[in-house]
């Protein structure tokens, strides 16, 4: 039997769903949107999981990196596409959206993004940053 899961990620929990590969739920639950909490989560639901999903967001790429790093099938899935099957669920809330990403997990309608690599998003930060500080400078000389 294969199994499939979906991580809807928010700021401090995640909500977790595992579906079996008829589409019946097989477990829920929640972690700390943390990625050794993450970790810890998915290796007490003890089923081999096919793939582990999870919607590109700016908090994804930390707890897909700690979940690709522990041997596990993490996939990042494009937004728009994850939001187009996120409709068809009647309420909005976590637990269905880990619900509708393990579905879109299970059956395969899912366009994986490219992460970027822990180095690139440390030099992003840092050009933000840059930037951010030297218009704010430029601003105070002119007044």
């Known amino acids: 039997m294969k199994y499939f899961a979906g991580l809807d990620v928010s700021l401090e929990e995640t909500a977790v769903c595992v579906v079996d590969e008829s589409g019946r739920i097989v477990k829920e639950g929640r972690s700390a949107s943390e990625p050794r909490a ?29 979940i690709r790093a522990e041997g ?30 393990a579905q879109i997990m299970r059956t ?18 840092l050009l933000v940053a840059r930037r951010t500080a030297s218009m704010k400078c430029g601003r105070s000389k002119m007044s």
Request: hydrophobic share 40%.
């Open 38 to 66: 993450l970790y810890e989560a998915l290796r007490k639901i003890n089923l081999p999981l096919e793939r582990i999903g999870l919607e590109a967001c700016s908090l994804t790429a930390r707890l897909y990196d700690g």
């Open 108 to 125: 395969g309608w899912y366009r994986q993004v490219h992460v970027k690599s822990r180095q690139c998003r440390f030099w992003r930060s």
């Open 72 to 101: 596990l099938p993490a996939i990042c899935i494009e937004t728009r596409q994850a939001n187009a099957a996120m409709k068809t669920m009647p309420n909005k809330t976590d637990r269905n959206d880990a619900r509708a990403l």
